[in-house]
């Protein structure tokens, strides 16, 4: 591996998709994505309400780094992650 593709893996070694973190979430833990899905948009909520509404900032992979996207209910992740929980589908393109 070259010196650049291993310090890209590096780097991107802290990030995690959305998309790898429901497949991951559901194999290890016997559940459907969807389930998956349920639990996660759950504990935001949670958090939420707990944290007077704070949240974990979301990242949106760009051609060259990340963007942040926000962290409120409405991010386009987090609306993505409440669609995945109410219908069970993903869709092929997950750019966070």
């Known amino acids: 591996m070259s010196v650049i593709r291993s310090l890209l893996a ?3 070694a802290e990030f ?3 998309r790898a973190l429901l497949e991951q979430m559901a194999s290890e833990g016997g559940a459907t ?3 998956a899905a349920i639990f996660l948009n759950g504990l935001f909520e949670s ?3 707990q944290e007077d509404g704070w949240t974990p900032p979301w990242y949106k992979r760009k051609s060259v780094g990340w963007e942040w996207t926000g ?3 409405w991010d386009p992740a987090r609306v993505e ?3 995945i929980a109410e219908t069970g589908e ?7």
Do not use: A, G, N
């Open 10 to 12: 590096k780097q991107d």
């Open 16 to 18: 995690i998709s959305l």
């Open 33 to 35: 994505i969807q389930e």
């Open 47 to 49: 958090v939420e309400r």
């Open 71 to 73: 962290s409120k209910s």
């Open 81 to 83: 992650l409440s669609r």
């Open 90 to 96: 993903m869709t092929d393109v997950i750019p966070f």
